[in-house]
């Protein structure tokens, strides 16, 4: 293992629930579990202090120490109290560094494409696409780059420039972005029947007008 590859320090937890997570956070550790292929699941806390350096670091595998052997893993989910801003959860995958892993890699544009430039509209059909790599591969995002992109044009997945070590098994003509012309209101057609109605409609009112007009100027 790298010598680089950063560390955070976890201990085994045994009291769950509310209270307790919110005990671990004023003792400054974030409530986690880790799990894997010959691993069953085990609930433990993770230092909040070393999380925050390791999350400045846009990196999926560290190296997690108990005191008894480091375990290499992978960060698999993070869940957040968005209006408290502060970590909930942390899931983590032990991983085999020699070994390929499947995940979901999130996919995002970048430049402006010409065709959304002159009125087109740019669609994301694909947001995560599926990958295989070894762990210390895992990109944590794929760019596609647009910018040559014009009304119709579609850009696919065989197309996706994929970091090295990684491949996909998506369908390479699946679309993972492309231009199209925005919607033009269509001003509906009055049916068949509705215009000759009006029109009678129209005449009889002109009638009643010219009589009503007759009318009063015998009353004078």
């Avoid at 590859?5 to 045994?14: D, F, G, L, M, N």
């Avoid at 402006?112 to 087109?120: I, Q, V």
């Avoid at 919607?183 to 109605?197: I, L, S, Y």
């Amino acid at each position: 293992m790298s010598k680089e590859t950063p560390h955070i320090a976890v201990e085994a937890r045994s009291e769950f629930g509310n209270n307790a997570s919110r005990r671990l956070r004023r003792a400054g550790m974030i409530p986690a579990i880790i799990y894997g292929k010959s691993l069953e699941p085990k609930a433990i806390a993770v230092n909040a202090d070393e999380w925050k350096v390791f999350s400045a670091l846009h990196s999926h595998i560290v190296m997690l120490k108990d005191g008894k052997a480091d375990q290499p893993a992978l960060v698999r989910e993070v869940q957040f109290n968005h209006l408290k801003n502060y970590v909930v959860h942390i899931d983590f995958q032990v991983v085999n560094l020699n070994e390929e892993i499947h995940s979901e890699v999130p996919v995002h544009a970048f430049g402006e494409s010409y065709g959304a430039a002159h009125g087109g509209i740019l669609e994301q059909e694909i947001h995560e696409l599926h990958v295989i790599c070894r762990p210390a591969d895992l990109p944590e995002a794929i760019k596609a780059d647009v910018t040559a992109l014009n009304i119709g044009d579609a850009l696919t997945v065989g197309q996706l420039v994929l970091p090295n070590g990684v491949r996909t098994e998506v369908d390479p003509s699946a679309v993972v972005f492309h231009v199209v012309r925005p919607k033009e209101e269509v001003v509906a057609e009055p049916a068949e029947g509705e215009a000759a109605a009006t029109e009678p409609e129209a005449i009889n009112e002109k009638k009643a007008e010219a009589r009503a007009a007759e009318k009063e100027n015998k009353e004078k």
